[in-house]
């Protein structure tokens, strides 16, 4: 069966820090790969999406990236983090050509001070 | 591009009362359609899905969902609310050709003794 990680759990970073948080999902191969931000009272915003390694497309222009070095890790970083980034960040992958069904991480908790 | 409406932001619930979070969507062709489930600090789960077919559809932990082309919802349903199931939902619409999902805003089920 498929699972999904993501770590850390949670997050205590200064403003200006950098950031990396780790995705990955076992059990499947060449998955779509997502990354969220749920900001509180904001619902769900899609941030980037992989179809392939070191294929990254971007949703929302921001001081965040993204990238794939493997087929089933996908990282979300930052060289300096803002306050706006706090959130919960969420990882979600789905298979290919399988009308998109997503099964989403436990998330990070990320609080920026 | 898809759209996803959920009008109601909070709705409360007597336990053991009967359920019906709204969604509506917007696309021109036949959507896949979802409902998710967030509870407090955790990533989201897949209750049901919609692809084609029986526009009757049932979930886990007692959900249904309905399609309804002519109105373009996609209302879930329970007969019986446990208090369990006070978290947020999530309706979310796909299509072909689509790498990505589109997210309604989330309904908070407050579920009342």
């Known amino acids: 069966s498929q699972t999904i990680h993501q770590w850390p759990a949670t997050l205590v970073q200064p403003v200006g820090s950098p950031l990396s948080l780790e995705c990955t999902v076992e059990g499947t191969s060449n998955p779509n790969l997502y990354w969220y931000r749920q900001a509180a009272g904001r619902g769900l915003q899609l941030l980037f999406y992989?179809?392939?390694?070191?294929?990254i497309s971007s949703e929302v222009p921001q001081n965040l990236s993204a990238s794939r070095p493997q087929d089933r890790q996908f990282i979300l970083s930052s060289k300096k983090l803002l306050l706006s980034d706090s959130g919960f960040y969420l990882c979600a992958w789905s298979v290919q050509g399988a009308r998109n069904e997503q099964f989403f991480g436990p998330g990070t908790r990320l609080t920026v001070l | 591009a898809q759209s996803v409406t959920q009008p109601d932001i909070h709705i409360t619930v007597s336990e053991g009362a009967s359920l019906e979070l709204r969604c509506n969507y917007s696309y021109g062709a036949t959507p896949y359609l979802f409902w998710y489930v967030q509870s407090p600090g955790q990533g989201l789960q897949l209750l049901l899905k919609?692809?084609?077919?029986?526009?009757l559809v049932q979930g886990i932990k007692g959900f249904e969902a309905e399609f309804k082309r002519s109105q373009s919802s996609f209302n879930l349903r329970k007969p019986s609310v446990h208090w369990s199931d006070a978290a947020e939902y999530f309706c979310?619409?796909?299509?072909?050709?689509?790498?990505?999902?589109?997210f309604g805003k989330g309904t908070m089920l407050l579920v009342s003794p």
């Open positions: 919609y692809f084609s077919g029986d526009t």
């Open positions: 979310a619409v796909g299509a072909v050709g689509y790498s990505t999902l589109t």
């Open positions: 992989s179809v392939g390694i070191g294929q």
